[in-house]
């Protein structure tokens, strides 16, 4: 049930989001605690800002309401998918290419589960890195999470 109603959400949030001028980047339908949260994350080339998220999440909210589409309380969270967006979906690395991501693995490689490299390829599901001027890869099932990475001392550094 929860599978089909994060479907059918996606589905809704992805044609508002275009309305909007935006993309959806991910959904998430979870229990949290006593709650259950959807959660929305839209993004447009260039960054969105809080004023666009807060009306994709109006729209998103009476469309919600308008489809009768979750029967129970919950709640809804629209935002941005933050500077340290989590990667998931092949789009998600193409769209990176080039830049520092963090990936974290099931079991260890050379004494880590965490490292950090710049996002050469991403092909049949392997993720192709280079650390340190050395090439890396993972196959995506044994890594547990990806995310782009954000340095705040490199980021300052550039202003």
């Known amino acids: 049930m929860a599978k089909n109603i994060l479907t059918s959400a996606t589905e809704l949030a992805q044609k508002i989001a275009a309305e909007n001028g935006c993309y959806l980047y991910d959904a998430e ?6 709650n ?3 959660r929305i994350y839209v993004d447009k080339d260039g960054g969105i800002n809080i004023d ?5 999440s109006r729209n998103i909210s009476e469309a919600l ?16 998918p933050g500077a340290e967006r989590k990667l998931s979906k092949e789009w998600h690395f193409e769209k990176v290419l080039g830049k520092k991501i963090e990936v974290s693995l099931y079991a260890p490689v050379d004494g880590t589960k965490n490292v950090i490299g ?9 993720i192709f890195l280079s650390v340190n001027g050395n090439p890396m890869e993972f196959s995506k099932d044994k890594v547990a999470s990806s995310k782009l ?9 550039t202003k």
Do not use: M, P, R, W
């Not at 666009?52 to 994709?56: A, D, L, N, P, S």
């Not at 308008?66 to 941005?80: D, F, G």
């Not at 996002?119 to 599901?125: D, G, H, T, W, Y």
């Not at 990475?149 to 550094?157: N, V």
């Open 118 to 126: 710049t996002l050469e390829k991403f092909e049949n599901n392997i």
């Open 36 to 38: 259950q949260v959807l």
């Open 65 to 80: 309401d308008q489809e009768n589409l979750i029967q129970t309380a919950y709640h809804l969270e629209v935002s941005s």
């Open 52 to 56: 666009e998220c807060e009306t994709v």
């Open 149 to 157: 990475y954000f340095d705040i001392t490199e980021a300052l550094k």
């Open 29 to 34: 339908y979870q229990k949290e605690g006593k």
